[in-house]
T-cell receptor, first 115, second 114 residues
Framework: GAGVSQSPSNKVTEKGKDVELRCDPI?????LYWYRQRLGQGLEFLIY????????KSGLPSDRFSAERTGGSVSTLTIQRTQQEDSAVYLC?????????????FGSGTRLTVV | AQSVAQPEDQVNVAEGNPLTVKCTYS??????LFWYVQYPNRGLQFLLK??????LVKGSYGFEAEFNKSQTSFHLKKPSALVSDSALYFC????????????FGQGTILTVHP
């Protein structure tokens, strides 16, 4: 596609429910990154994919968070047993190759609200 | 470890005046520095980056930034601010890993008054 697509754009869920956030990167972009932006804060790195593998998942805040990528394309971030502190905007970015020189394209994010 | 600091939570300027949004960084090795802008309910939009070469980098919408190695800074500047420049600005660094993990500053809210 022309850009990075994220869905849903907004998600309101009850505490304790599981949610899935989707990222559809630009076609041909092998690198994919997830970030979390809490209200009034900067962006925190969550996980990095190169193809379907995740060499760096060090930013996932707890074992309730997991992510996968299939076919070297679409990625899904899953949060189990959501808590109120999970409320944030989740941003996805893709890049033609790993590393800064290729540049990044960000999606518009999924705003998650846990009530 | 990488770190990026934006010392000002907010910057206020009058339309037509020059603006500066500050950023300092800490990274072992060569820094790869970025500026992004975020408008309400929108994703991040790329403004400019420094990878190598000239220390003065020109980017989108008339913005520029100067890489200063001795001061470990990468301040964002614009000669004449517009009301439409009002937004949240993030500085980021990606030189700490081989795969380009971005480390972001906390962000600076820029408000340009008419």
């Amino acid at each position: 596609g022309a850009g990075v697509s994220q869905s849903p754009s907004n998600k309101v869920t009850e505490k304790g429910k599981d949610v899935e956030l989707r990222c559809d990167p630009i076609s041909g972009h092998t690198a994919l990154y997830w970030y979390r932006q809490r209200l009034g804060q900067g962006l925190e790195f969550l996980i990095y994919f190169q193809g379907n593998s995740a060499p760096d998942k060090s930013g996932l805040p707890s074992d309730r968070f997991s992510a996968e990528r299939t076919g070297g394309s679409v990625s899904t971030l899953t949060i189990q047993r959501t808590q109120q502190e999970d409320s944030a905007v989740y941003l996805c970015a893709s890049s033609r190759s790993s590393g800064a020189k290729a540049g990044y394209t960000f999606g518009s994010g999924t705003r998650l609200t846990v009530v | 470890a990488q770190s990026v600091a934006q010392p000002e939570d907010q910057v206020n300027v009058a339309e037509g005046n020059p603006l500066t949004v500050k950023c300092t960084y800490s990274v072992s090795g060569n820094p790869y520095l970025f500026w992004y802008v975020q408008y309400p309910n929108r994703g991040l939009q790329f403004l400019l980056k420094y990878i190598t070469g000239d220390n003065l980098v020109k980017g989108s919408y008339g913005f520029e930034a100067e890489f200063n190695k001795s001061q470990t800074s990468f301040h964002l500047k614009k000669p004449s601010a517009l009301v439409s420049d009002s937004a949240l600005y993030f500085c980021a660094e990606a030189g700490g890993t081989s795969y380009g993990k971005l480390t972001f500053g906390q962000g600076t809210i820029l408000t340009v008054h008419p």
